[in-house]
């Protein structure tokens, strides 16, 4: 029989699965509606019963940021994976195994230099490597820039070198420091056009560039067209989070993963109620410390999942948080939340707060619970 | 035949084994020196031969921050374990598991309210549990203050309700925020103090308190005296880290933690260098931000591990590092750190970065590098 919330040890970390399910919808419809493939990013979860729910949804092939994600979902019957960071040279003979094995794996690059560590091992080991160009679409990391030579460059040099190109790919993370719905549409305009305008470019060269694959979070949930592109990749999109909710893409009762802790001592004086989720549980993530409300490690709730306006988890030693209260009210502290209660911590950034966990315990509409594990390290 | 560092994927978490050895002599001899007992914090490695080490340099009983690190180390053998956070209700019962298979588990309390917990359940089992009394000794998170009368009637509650004190214990957190060894001494003794005359309370009330154990890594790196202190619990010394060596109690060549990375790609126009370590790597942590010199998120040492002068890990995402260079120099960084090189971070903090991987690689004096697996989670 599955457990319950009740019979958890804390800290644990939570998925409400109903949540869960129709954030999947949501951005499955949207991009439906838009006339793209979704091809989630699947660093946020690091875990298959999540991913399933996408493919079940209609997704049809996924992102990965480490080999191990590749090589794990690939294990499970998924087959068409983008492994979506510039590649190392010293990965190839990885990435080479799983494509023997029959994963349709793509990778990626954004140099020259990179390419021909490519287009040497691939001639090397006889293999034709699926590869796809990052483009810098709004300085924020990585990527060539549209009018920068080397792009043309590194499509013909793929070529010439027998490696297939699969297209362009962007991702517009700076649209993590936005926060109006009119600067967000701004940006996922930015993001289609600029890599739109790359596929052109290497098509205009004579090259083929099939796809063009752009994506984040708050731009998939914003763009108003999405002409010219062929799939789109988001991650948190799944679990969401205050950061995402400071951006303004998403509602409190959308968040999916909250952290169940218990609340240990107090400090009455100071108002302080001390709760054994650390930063071990919650991760160091301060995402919200820049946006407009800062959550500090996280938005207190009930333990039915309730939001206590004004509860922030303040501070965060490893294991021992503090929350502190804006509004002290009239039960003194240790009345209202006693030593064993237990209350739920909203994370700052889901892809950090998962990664802290060996496993989610997920809980399903009927309150039943189910421990599904994730990826942890390369 | 163990492996070499040439033949490790990144990112990896090394440990320099000879500066670990190092360390835990150093803070071993200073124990033994000063007349205590060392009773290592493991919660900055959770990783058994790191702890063997520990116990083969001196140690008999050691400190945990999880019962799951308990279980581990009694596993194997280690008997005296104190689990020194504050003790949850709902965990007393795996506590008693653990007592009843023959560990000297040890546990922690600052409330009346925790101690009848404790009381009401060692009864309810007919357990004299071993109870330590956390002394709040510089106001920076639990504890019960020593002029407060809590402090008597917790004592007096436990040996009421037949379980036993073990005695006081208190925890320097605050001695992050110094830099200076005079202020590091007065700390040092303030915490001593403190801790001692709490103890001193509970035996004019005419209760047995027979230990009093302080620590932090720099208080312990810093006092003068020890008097009528029993034992010491400290961590993070055992690898250091980079605040550390901001708070001025390591050398930079005592870190014995560093990530291996790989160079993916540069942005020239901008001197970024792309390494495949983002947060995912060295955890989120930014505890240099308010030190007198901010690393960013590590300071950056060549493949060998020598410090590379104002190369600095400047932000991070998931899988993605970018490098900056105070001064860039003559050769291009694209040379200088061509794709597929590789280079080694020194962690703000030795517990976050350890946490974010699955096990270390430990590089002995001899090159070879043994994997070290390390605990994750509850």
New interface residues.
């Given amino acids: 029989m599955p457990a319950s919330i009740a019979c958890l040890?804390?800290?644990?970390a939570l998925i409400d699965v109903p949540r869960m399910q129709r954030n999947i919808q949501r951005m499955q419809h949207r991009m439906d509606a838009l006339g793209v493939r979704l091809r989630p990013h699947i660093?946020t979860s690091k875990c298959l019963p999540v991913v399933q729910a996408q493919i079940e949804a209609g997704a049809s092939a996924i992102t990965v940021?480490?080999l191990k994600e590749a090589e794990h979902c690939f294990a499970a019957g998924i087959h068409d994976i983008f492994y979506a960071?510039?590649?190392?040279?010293?990965?190839l003979a990885?990435a080479l195994t799983l494509r023997r094995k029959g994963c349709r794996l793509s990778i990626l690059t954004?140099?020259l230099?990179?390419t021909q560590?490519i287009v040497d091992f691939g001639r090397q080991h006889d293999e034709r490597f699926e590869v796809w160009i990052e483009i810098?679409c709004d300085?924020h990391?990585?990527g060539v820039r549209v009018e920068d030579d080397a792009l043309v460059d590194i499509a013909r040099r793929l070529r010439e070198g027998g490696m297939q190109l699969c297209g362009v790919m962007t991702h517009a993370?700076s649209s993590y420091e936005l926060n109006t719905s009119q600067a967000l549409q701004a940006l996922a305009e930015q993001e289609r056009y600029i890599c739109v305008s790359a596929a052109q470019r290497i098509r205009a060269a004579g090259l083929a560039c099939p796809q063009v694959s752009i994506g984040s979070t708050p731009t998939a949930l914003s763009a108003q067209s999405l002409e010219g592109v062929t799939e789109v990749r988001a991650g948190v999109y799944v679990f969401f989070d205050l950061v995402m909710h400071n951006i303004g893409v998403c509602r409190a009762d959308e968040l999916a993963l909250s952290v169940l802790t218990?609340?240990?001592?107090?400090?009455p004086d100071?108002g302080w109620i001390?709760i054994?989720a650390g930063?071990?549980a919650m991760?160091?993530?301060?995402g919200t410390q820049r946006q407009q409300r800062d959550f500090g490690y996280g938005q207190v709730c009930s333990e039915a999942g309730d939001w206590i306006e004004g509860a922030l988890l303040s501070n965060a030693?490893?294991?021992?948080g503090?929350v502190t209260l804006s509004s002290p009210g009239e039960v003194a502290i240790?009345e209202r939340f006693?030593?064993?209660s237990r209350l739920r911590i909203l994370p700052n950034?889901a892809?950090?707060t998962g990664?802290?966990?060996?496993?989610y315990s997920a809980c399903d509409a009927s309150g039943a619970v189910h421990t599904w594990s994730r990826l942890?390290?390369?």
């Fill in positions: 040890d804390t800290p644990v660093k940021s480490t960071v510039s590649m190392a040279p010293g990965k990885q954004d140099s230099a990179a560590a810098d300085g990391r990585s993370g218990t609340v240990i001592g107090h400090q100071k001390i054994d930063w071990m991760s160091r993530d301060r030693n490893q294991e021992h503090i240790t006693p030593i064993g950034h892809c950090a990664a802290q966990f060996p496993e942890h390290g390369w």
